[in-house]
């Protein structure tokens, strides 16, 4: 099915350990981002990317790296997991030649650091 | 940075009800969008609207660019209407969305 894919949909680190949140999309969308939403809150975007190899900071990036190797995939790392990361968090993409339209989210990964 | 404010944050309906959500933002924007988060946590667009009125169905949308807002209508609402409501704005042109805290919608048979 075309869309936005996600793995693990679900993760339980211990501090310190890392870990690689996949998302992959097939829809050849050059606008890939990664946001994480806490309870009771809308979606904070952690960073983003508008093609392969281009990657920038959004509003809440500090612990997170991201690279963008390929359009299809753009995988977001917690180098070392703090019980502040404890989230839900969504990958998204959409065509940049249309902006807007086509915002395609994945079905999430919850993420629990204990 | 930009505010997105939505009211109400809650809101029970009985099915078949009408209700209008609002999203009200504190500085010109480019991009606006509405989604809605389902029960399960998916997240699906239901409009683009920077500006103007849009029809989906039983759900429309009007964004009042020069006034700062818009508004969500859900008529004839269904049990399946239930989940949280997200207006999100985007001011720089980078596709970057910044969200509103939602409206929670319970529609009850």
């Known amino acids: 099915n075309a869309g936005v894919t996600q793995t693990p949909k679900f993760q339980v680190l211990k501090t310190g350990q890392s870990m690689t949140l996949q998302c992959a999309q097939d829809m050849n969308h050059e606008y890939m981002s990664w946001y994480r939403q806490d309870p009771g809150m809308g979606l904070r975007l952690i960073h983003y990317s508008v093609g392969a190899g281009i990657t920038d900071q959004g509003e809440v990036p500090n612990g997170y790296n991201v690279s963008r190797s390929t359009t299809e995939d753009f995988p977001l790392r917690l180098l070392s997991a703090a019980p502040s990361q404890t989230s839900v968090y969504f990958c998204?993409?959409?065509?940049?030649?249309?902006?807007?339209?086509?915002?395609?989210f994945g079905s999430g990964t919850r993420l629990t650091v204990v | 940075g930009i505010q997105v404010e939505q009211s109400p944050p809650d809101l029970i309906l009985q099915e078949g009800a009408n209700s209008t959500l609002r999203c009200n933002f504190s500085d010109s924007v480019n991009n606006l969008q509405w989604f809605h988060q389902n029960p399960w946590g998916q997240l699906i667009n239901l409009f683009y609207?920077?500006?103007g009125t849009k029809q989906n169905g039983r759900l429309s949308a009007t964004t009042v660019a020069t006034e700062r807002y818009s508004l969500l209508y859900i008529s004839s609402s269904q049990t399946t209407d239930s989940g949280v409501y997200f207006c999100?704005?985007?001011?720089?042109?980078?596709?970057?969305?910044?969200f509103g805290t939602g409206t929670r919608l319970t529609v009850i048979p």
């Open positions: 609207i920077p500006s």
């Open positions: 998204a993409s959409s065509p940049m030649t249309v902006r807007g339209y086509g915002y395609t």
């Open positions: 999100a704005v985007d001011q720089t042109g980078a596709n970057n969305l910044f």
